[in-house]
């Protein structure tokens, strides 16, 4: 059975840091583009970041996030990451961790697995 479990969402104040992990198990990781979701309150749930199968190249949703947050990966451990730094309050919201086939499978909402999510609020 394959699951994307993600961890370390909490509440922040702006202008701090915080790393999401996404653990998957049951998958042969290296075959799989990883990426991240976001779903604002009241919105739909939007891409955020990719990382391909190797962890050679990466794709960021545009300019809200891209120079403050970065993917990664670690094959041998399972896990994706994603760094988020100088948090704003519009980055709240539930983050969703995915695999696909490749980075344009990500990107056009091809996505084979999902996580369940990690709430991240980000309030003074």
């Known amino acids: 059975q394959v699951q994307l479990e993600e961890s370390g969402g909490e509440s922040v104040q702006p202008g701090d840091s915080l790393r999401l992990s996404c653990t998957a198990s049951?998958?042969?990781?290296?075959?799989?583009?990883l990426g991240w979701f976001r779903r604002a309150p009241g919105m739909e749930r939007g891409f955020v970041a990719t990382?391909?199968?190797?962890?050679?190249?990466?794709?960021y949703a545009g300019p809200s996030v891209k120079g403050r947050f970065t993917i990664s990966r670690d094959n041998a451990k399972k896990i994706a990451y994603l760094q988020m730094n100088a948090m704003r309050p519009e980055d709240t919201g539930v983050y969703f961790c995915a695999a696909a086939q490749s980075i344009p499978a990500m990107t056009t909402g091809r996505i084979d697995f999902w996580g369940r999510g990690t709430q991240v609020t980000v309030s003074s």
């Open positions: 049951g998958l042969t990781i290296r075959n799989y583009a």
């Open positions: 990382i391909s199968p190797a962890g050679g190249s990466t794709v």
